[in-house]
C-alpha cells in the first residue's frame, strides 16, 4: 500500500545523529517506511516527513538534535516532524510542549515508525510513543534489514541494547535502559539474509556488546555482567540457536554461516578479555584481529572518578593476553581528557602509560559536561584551554603511534575488504595520509604497466587499516591479497 498525499506519495527524510546503533535503527525505520510505500530521500532534500534520529550522549548532542527537529520545520513549514530516540528518553516533558515537533517516538518504540505516522495523519493531533526505558525489559526487535538501504560494504548488525554500568560521566543507561539482548535466531537470520545478498563483513555492535546474554536465563544475577558474557562453553556439536547465551557462542554460531566471510566487534569492556575468548578467536578465521577495548583514562585515580570497572593494570595486561594469541593485532580505544580532578600530574600518568601499552590509535574526547550525571557536580572542572592543550597532545602521541605500528606491518600480507573505487581527486588526497599498496592477488591478474590503465580503490585489511590500493580490474566489494608497503 503507498502512501499518498493527493495521491502524491509521501517523502521521507531521516537525520541520523549518534551511534552506530542509532545508524542501524534509522536503517531499519527506512525499511519499514519503504515497506510500507513511503518514498526515502537524502536528509538534505524537501521533504513531506522528517524523522530525527536524535542523540542525547552530550549536552552537544543534544542541542545539535533540538536545533535539527527545528531546520527540518523550517526547510518545509507544512513537513510532520518526527523527534526519535535518546533525546526523546532524556527531555520527555520538554519535547511534548515544542510547537516544532508533531510525533515523539522514544526508544524501544522505533519499530512502531509506520503506525505513529499514520495515527498522526488520520487526524492530526499530536502523538506520542513512549516508554520508560528503566522500566522495561525487552529488546526491541526492528526486524531483518534490507540491503536497498544500505550505504556501505559491511554491515553493523546491532545485538544488544542498554548499558548496567553507570559510568559517572554518562547518561546512556538513563536513555537507553538496562542490557537487553536480541535473540540469537533474529541475529543469525539477519546476518544470512544479508550475507546472501552479498555482504561480506559484519560488525556486532550495540550501546555494551560485552554484556551479550546476562540478561538470558534464570540465574545470570550471580554472575558479573562482564566476566559472564566471556564465557563461552559450547562446542561445534551442540552449538544450537537457543542455546547462545553469551558474545562468544554468538561469535562462533555466525562464523558457521558459509557467505559470512569477515566478523568483527565493536567497542568491547577490557574484563571480557580472558584467555578461553581469545583461544575460541584465534581459532576461528573470519574474526578480523581488531579489539576497540574502552579505556578513558590511563590514571587509576581518574579511572575511579569515573566509576569503570578496571585498572590501567589490568587493561595493559589484557593488552599483553592479546599480543600474545595474535600476531601484530590492533588494538584502539578512547580516551577522555580533562574529566573533572584531572590534575596534571593524573594527565602525565596517563601519557606515560599510553606510551607504555603502545596502542594503534587513540579516538582522544575533551570532556564535556553532561548534564544529569554524576560528574556534572563533581569539583575541579577542567577548563576548556587547558582540554584542548591535553587533547593536542594525545593526538600527537596517537599519530606517531598509528604510524610505528603501519611500519611495522610493511612486507606482510593482509587482505582487504575493497570498498569504493576512488576518483582522481580523492586518490589524491589518499596518497599520503594511507599506505599505497598493490594488488598482489593471482586471480587478478598482473599490474598494468601503463598508468591509465590502473584504478585505484580504498578498503580495510582485518586489522581495520585503511589502504589504498591499485589494480587493473573492478574489485569492488571483493576480498583482495595484499602486500603492505
Known sequence: MNCENNNQILKVAI?????????????????????????????????DIYIVNTCSVTNMAQKKSRQM???????????????????????????????????????????????????YMSNQSEKDYYVDINQTKEYEEMGSLAMTNMDHRRAYIKIQDGCNQFCSYCIIPYTRG??????????????????????????????HISSYG???????????????????????????????????????????????????????????????????????????????????????????????????????????????????????????????????????ITIDNLKKINLYEIHVFKYSVRSGTVAEKMPNQVPEQIKGVRSDILLELTARQKKAYESELSGEYDEVLVEEELSQEKSEDLSEAHIVHACVDKSLGRIAKDIKEIRYYTGYTKRYVKVKIASNQDVVNQIVRIKMN
Not at 545523529?17 to 530521500?41: H, P, R, T, W
Not at 528518553?89 to 515523539?104: K, M, P
Not at 563483513?201 to 550501546?207: K, M, P, S
Request: some cysteine; aromatic content about 6%; charged content about 30%.
Open 15 to 47: 537525520i541520523n545523529l549518534g551511534c552506530k546503533v542509532n545508524k542501524y535503527e534509522s536503517d531499519a525505520m527506512k525499511d519499514k517506511l519503504s515497506k510500507a510505500g513511503f518514498q526515502i530521500v537524502e536528509e538534505d532534500d524537501v521533504a
Open 214 to 348: 546476562v540478561d538470558f536465563g534464570k540465574d545470570n544475577t550471580q554472575y558479573d555482567d562482564v566476566i559472564g558474557a566471556a564465557t563461552s562453553g559450547l562446542d561445534d556439536n551442540n552449538l544450537e540457536k537457543n542455546e547462545i547465551s553469551n558474545l562468544g557462542q554468538l561469535i562462533k554460531a555466525l562464523s558457521k554461516i558459509p557467505e559470512v566471510e569477515r566478523i568483527r566487534l565493536g567497542s568491547l569492556e577490557p574484563r571480557i578479555v580472558t584467555e578461553e575468548f581469545l583461544r575460541e578467536l584465534k581459532d576461528n578465521h573470519k574474526f578480523c584481529p581488531h579489539f576497540h577495548l574502552s579505556l578513558q583514562s590511563a590514571c587509576n585515580d581518574t579511572l575511579k572518578r569515573m566509576n569503570r570497572k578496571y585498572t590501567i593494570e589490568e587493561f595493559a595486561d589484557k593488552c599483553e593476553m592479546i599480543r600474545r594469541c595474535f600476531d601484530k593485532p590492533a588494538i584502539t580505544t578512547d580516551v577522555i581528557v580533562g574529566f573533572p580532578g584531572e590534575t596534571d600530574e593524573e594527565f602525565q
Open 69 to 119: 527537529l527545528r531546520r527540518a520545520k523550517k526547510v518545509n513549514p507544512n513537513a510532520i516532524i518526527v523527534a526519535a530516540g535518546c533525546y526523546v528518553n532524556a527531555e520527555h516533558d520538554v519535547l511534548q510542549t515544542e510547537n516544532f515537533v508533531d510525533v515523539i517516538v522514544s526508544n524501544n518504540c522505533k519499530k512502531d515508525i509506520v503506525t505513529a505516522i499514520r495515527e
Open 178 to 207: 538496562r542490557v537487553r539482548s536480541r535473540k540469537a535466531n533474529n541475529i543469525i537470520a539477519e546476518v544470512t539474509n544479508l550475507a546472501k545478498e552479498g555482504i561480506k563483513e559484519f560488525v556486532l555492535t550495540g550501546i
